[in-house]
């Protein structure tokens, strides 16, 4: 769909099919990327009967996920409560804190982020930024490295990634763990499914 096929490269590629599933059938809803704003990340409005969400250009994945779903989340107050609602209380946090945990619920994050998700959704704010551990741990998905990252659960046995600087190889899950093979010891290493790599 259009609607997604505008936003889907700003996106982790693993929750693609998660934002398709809330935005694709509101007709009513439009989601445009914006120029860098330093004031905002993100912005929702109402123009002329239609419902408009905006997202900077220059966030990386996970920083452009969450703020496209705080965005989400006051559509949907402003559709369940009509323009007078206040634009970060009680029924915005409530919504909000319902979309994260259905997030939360694909067990996709990394780990890191999802424990630091759950502890932010408690009581969401205006801005991510002001939960500073949320913070620091969305800045270190900036840049390249990032958008090339994914999480080993989401790799297919057979695939081959870089971590720490070496090469190896996806292989099967052993209950908790997935094993992996150090390409150049031909070693193999029991690794956590929410570990951060370099897909190849």
């Known amino acids: 769909m259009k609607k997604l096929d505008k936003i889907q490269k700003f996106l982790p590629a693993a929750f693609i099919p998660f934002v398709e599933g809330l935005i694709c059938d509101k007709d009513d809803l439009d989601v ?6 330093f004031s905002k990340w993100g ?3 109402k123009i ?5 969400i905006t997202v900077n250009s220059n966030l990386n994945p996970y920083q452009f996920l969450l703020t496209l779903l705080h965005e989400y ?21 409530e919504e909000y ?13 990394p780990y890191e982020l999802s424990q630091a ?7 969401p704010r205006a801005s991510v930024n002001s939960d500073a551990n949320l913070k620091m741990i969305l800045e270190r998905y900036s840049g390249q490295e990032a958008i090339q990252s994914t999480t080993l ?13 070496r090469m190896f190889e996806r292989l099967e899950k052993r209950r908790k763990l997935i094993r992996c093979r150090d390409l150049k010891k031909d ?3 029991l690794f956590q499914p929410h570990t951060i790599v370099k897909k190849l």
């Open 43 to 45: 912005d929702f409005r």
């Open 32 to 37: 445009q990327i914006a120029k860098p704003r």
């Open 48 to 52: 002329n009967g239609h419902y408009l």
């Open 187 to 189: 070693k193999d290493y």
């Open 117 to 123: 998700v759950v502890h932010y959704a408690i009581n």
């Open 73 to 93: 989340a006051h559509y949907l107050t402003r559709k369940k409560f009509g323009p007078d609602v206040k634009p970060h209380g009680k029924e915005w946090k």
């Open 97 to 109: 804190r319902n979309i994260l945990h259905e997030l939360l619920r694909t067990n996709k994050l």
């Open 153 to 165: 659960e989401d790799l297919e046995p057979g695939e081959r990634f870089i971590f720490n600087g």
